[in-house]
């Protein structure tokens, strides 16, 4: 049974960068036919799609963290991270990882969830 | 950008009720549209995918439709643990998710 696994820092100071790993396990990050996205919920609130890292290195982002945002993947660890600049208090949020089907297109797995709070 | 409107953000009903909650895509997006449920600490999880089909091992009682810029997610018959925040979640361009229903038990 594939696994999700958050970690990093819990608590950023403002204007830092906040840096969580996901990391994979029950199977490769680099099988074909999956993408792998950041997903965050701040407190109390909905849900926001961050952005996703598909098989060939190509990564898509919600133009609202652009340019704040980088995905990337170590598929030698079995992990992808993510990064995240100049964070403010609305960063504050659970951050989740999970997979995308490449052909059915939904979040099948996902990580637990970490809440990085941003607070000097 | 496509915005997803989901209404309502609540709702209160009696077990046994038949619930429904809409979301509206602000352009088309054919049926490319998620439903999932997400429990309080926990991380969301898909209920029906591609507007209408039911993911493996979910009840019958949920179920979803619609095409285009307006669906629909049904649970026809409202058990207890249902009580639950579901949310519409759309991928016809990058993804967005709707701003989610609260559901409750009267």
């Known amino acids: 049974q594939l696994q999700l696994q958050e970690s990093g820092s819990g608590l950023v100071k403002p204007s830092q960068t906040l840096s969580l790993t996901c990391a994979v396990s029950?199977?490769?990050?680099?099988?074909?036919?999956?993408?792998w996205t950041w997903i965050r919920q701040p407190p109390g609130k909905g849900l926001e799609w961050i952005g996703k890292?598909?098989?060939?290195?190509?990564?898509y982002y919600n133009p609202s963290l652009k340019s704040r945002v980088t995905i990337s993947v170590d598929r030698s660890r079995n992990h992808f991270s993510l990064k995240l600049t100049s964070v403010t208090a609305a960063d504050t949020a659970v951050y989740y990882c999970?997979?995308?089907?490449?052909?059915?297109?939904?979040?099948?797995?996902w990580g637990q969830g970490t809440l990085v709070t941003v607070s000097s | 950008d496509i915005q997803m409107t989901q209404s309502p953000s609540s709702l209160s009903a009696s077990v046994g009720d038949r619930v429904t909650i809409t979301c509206q895509a602000s352009?088309?997006?054919?049926?490319?549209l998620n439903w999932y449920q997400q429990k309080p600490g926990k991380a969301p999880k898909v209920l029906i995918y591609?507007?209408?089909n039911l993911e493996t091992g979910v009840p019958s009682r949920f179920s979803g439709s619609g095409s285009g810029t307006d669906f629909t997610f049904t649970i026809s018959s409202l058990q207890p643990e249902d009580i639950a925040t579901y949310y519409c979640?759309?991928?016809?361009?990058?993804?967005?998710f709707g701003g989610g229903t609260k559901v409750e038990i009267k």
């Open positions: 999970a997979r995308e089907g490449n052909w059915e297109h939904y979040f099948d797995f």
């Open positions: 029950g199977g490769s990050i680099s099988s074909g036919g999956y993408s």
């Open positions: 890292i598909l098989q060939s290195a190509t990564t």
């Open positions: 352009q088309d997006i054919s049926n490319y």
């Open positions: 591609e507007a209408s």
């Open positions: 979640q759309q991928y016809g361009n990058l993804r967005t």
